[in-house]
Protein backbone atom coordinates (compact mmCIF):
# COMPACT_ATOMS: atom_id res chain seq x y z
CA UNK A 1 0.00 0.00 0.00
CA UNK A 2 3.09 2.77 1.04
CA UNK A 3 4.63 1.77 -2.49
CA UNK A 4 1.12 2.45 -4.87
CA UNK A 5 0.96 5.99 -2.80
CA UNK A 6 4.41 7.11 -2.99
CA UNK A 7 4.04 6.20 -6.87
CA UNK A 8 0.98 8.02 -7.22
CA UNK A 9 2.84 11.24 -5.42
CA UNK A 10 5.76 10.27 -8.01
CA UNK A 11 3.18 9.97 -10.96
CA UNK A 12 1.66 13.30 -9.93
CA UNK A 13 4.93 15.76 -8.99
CA UNK A 14 6.13 14.78 -12.77
CA UNK A 15 2.78 15.57 -14.19
CA UNK A 16 2.83 18.77 -12.58
CA UNK A 17 6.34 19.92 -13.39
CA UNK A 18 6.12 18.61 -16.13
CA UNK A 19 3.30 20.35 -17.35
CA UNK A 20 5.18 23.45 -16.12
CA UNK A 21 7.80 23.15 -18.81
CA UNK A 22 4.95 23.16 -21.79
CA UNK A 23 3.24 26.31 -20.44
CA UNK A 24 6.62 28.41 -20.48
CA UNK A 25 7.04 27.45 -24.55
CA UNK A 26 3.34 28.07 -25.45
CA UNK A 27 3.52 31.66 -24.16
CA UNK A 28 4.03 34.60 -26.85
CA UNK A 29 7.11 36.67 -27.20
CA UNK A 30 7.05 39.60 -24.80
CA UNK A 31 6.45 42.80 -26.98
CA UNK A 32 9.19 45.03 -28.28
CA UNK A 33 10.43 47.60 -26.14
CA UNK A 34 8.94 50.85 -26.63
CA UNK A 35 10.85 54.70 -27.09
CA UNK A 36 10.80 56.09 -23.92
CA UNK A 37 9.93 60.57 -24.54
CA UNK A 38 9.67 63.33 -22.01
CA UNK A 39 6.99 65.41 -21.59
CA UNK A 40 7.52 69.06 -22.68
CA UNK A 41 5.81 70.53 -20.32
CA UNK A 42 6.10 68.28 -16.86
CA UNK A 43 9.14 65.88 -18.35
CA UNK A 44 7.68 63.03 -17.05
CA UNK A 45 9.09 60.07 -19.18
CA UNK A 46 5.97 57.69 -21.07
CA UNK A 47 6.35 55.67 -23.91
CA UNK A 48 6.09 57.54 -27.17
CA UNK A 49 2.76 55.27 -28.05
CA UNK A 50 0.84 57.07 -24.99
CA UNK A 51 2.05 60.76 -25.76
CA UNK A 52 0.27 63.06 -27.12
CA UNK A 53 1.41 65.52 -29.82
CA UNK A 54 1.51 69.11 -29.75
CA UNK A 55 2.75 72.15 -31.06
CA UNK A 56 5.37 72.64 -28.79
CA UNK A 57 6.43 68.57 -28.54
CA UNK A 58 4.99 65.36 -27.18
CA UNK A 59 2.92 65.63 -23.83
CA UNK A 60 1.37 63.67 -21.12
CA UNK A 61 -1.77 64.62 -21.31
CA UNK A 62 -4.03 66.74 -22.65
CA UNK A 63 -4.21 69.15 -19.84
CA UNK A 64 -0.50 70.06 -20.40
CA UNK A 65 -0.73 70.34 -23.98
CA UNK A 66 -3.37 72.89 -23.11
CA UNK A 67 -0.88 74.69 -20.57
CA UNK A 68 2.01 74.31 -22.50
CA UNK A 69 0.57 76.15 -25.69
CA UNK A 70 -1.73 78.60 -23.63
CA UNK A 71 1.92 79.61 -22.11
CA UNK A 72 4.02 79.88 -25.42
CA UNK A 73 1.70 81.89 -27.30
Given amino acids: ???????????????KFGSR???????????????????AHCGVHLPQSEALPGRGGLFCSAAHRAAFEARHD
Avoid: F, G, N, S
Avoid at 1 to 15: D, F, I, Q, T, V
Avoid at 24 to 37: K, M, N
Fill in 1 to 15: MKYLLLLLLLAWLLH
Fill in 21 to 39: KQDVTRRAPPAPPQEIVAC
